[in-house]
């Protein structure tokens, strides 16, 4: 059985007329018959009572009917959400995402791109970068929001900028340095830093080790925690200083001062980072709308 088998019966079920419903379908009189006569051989039922100028539904006929039409609309249903789906209207987007670099741009690009796009589901997923590119090159996600990884880490993926975001010293409010417009590398590089774990976050300490290596002895890591949150808590509570961005600000509010460097260190590049392959238009409207939130969060 097949679904033009389907149709060819609901349209001469509608039409109680074989000529009509040949006329309608654009197939010659005899074919359609020969096809309804196919439908009712292969169930072994029979579905119409025929007359020479007319057919009528046999009982068997009005429950088929009934199933039948459910199957089309089904059919159709699943065309037009296929259909949705490739256009970008429907379905699921999986981004990941790492949550300090990301707290000034991220709430309003879900807020338009939610306002764009109501019928697809944004599944944000917090991820080291290393979790993020795996997640890309496996087909977990579709989108990545991170600082801009090494180069090497990059095969395979396309990464564009979107914007920079400052480096700074965190500090406890009651820390001497709390009261200070700026650090010199050389005072920070004295005190005792609270750090990300270095399994799970590499690129973190590749950075902290760049910005001070101007300065003399190693840095003494008092603690590695896993996420942001346990950072900010440690730093808060007098433990040790974390070089951060500014965008930790967003997070950590007045639980923290972030004191500027000097000299100031180059910033983090933040970006979007995908396959080299074309994005699905849905990641497509996310990629605008993230762009545009960026613009708006740094004018």
């Known amino acids: 059985m097949e679904l033009r088998h389907l149709r060819y019966f ?7 007329n074989v000529s009509r419903a040949a006329l309608k379908l ?15 051989e292969e169930l072994g039922l029979f579905l119409l009572e025929r ?10 006929g009005r429950v088929f009917l ?3 039409r459910a199957v089309l609309q089904r059919v159709a249903d699943a065309v037009s959400a296929a259909k949705a789906v490739a256009v970008g209207e429907r379905g699921e987007l999986h981004i990941g995402y790492a949550p300090t670099l990301t707290a000034r741009m991220l709430p309003p690009a879900l807020r338009a791109f939610q306002a764009a796009l109501p019928s697809v589901r944004v599944m944000l997923h917090d991820l080291s970068t290393e979790e993020m590119l795996a997640g890309l090159r496996e087909g977990k996600l579709q989108l990545a929001l ?17 914007g920079e975001d400052p480096l ?46 101007g300065t003399r002895g190693n840095l003494r890591i008092a603690e590695e925690h896993d996420g942001v949150s346990s950072v900010i808590s440690s730093v808060e509570a007098g433990q040790g200083v974390a070089l951060v961005t500014e965008s930790l600000g967003c997070l950590a509010g007045r639980r ?39 613009v708006a969060a740094n004018g």
């Open 256 to 294: 923290l001062k972030l004191v500027p460097l000097t000299p100031d260190p180059p910033p983090l590049v933040i970006g979007v980072c995908s396959l080299k392959v074309r994005l699905p238009p849905v990641a497509q409207v996310f990629l605008r709308v993230v762009n545009e939130a960026t």
């Open 146 to 162: 991170l600082a801009r990884p090494a180069k090497a880490a990059l095969r395979g993926l396309n990464f564009e900028a979107l």
């Open 168 to 213: 700074r010293l965190a500090v406890a409010p009651k820390h001497p340095f709390a009261r200070r417009r700026s650090v010199s590398l050389t005072e920070a590089a004295r005190e005792s830093f609270i750090a990300y774990r270095r399994a799970e976050y590499p690129d973190y300490h590749v950075m902290l080790n760049a910005t001070f290596a």
């Open 10 to 16: 609901v349209a001469v079920a509608e039409a109680e």
């Open 51 to 60: 007359s020479a100028k007319s057919v009528r539904l046999t009982e068997t």
């Open 26 to 40: 654009h197939v010659s009189q005899p074919a359609l018959s020969r096809q309804i006569r196919d439908l009712e």
């Open 66 to 68: 009934v199933e039948s």
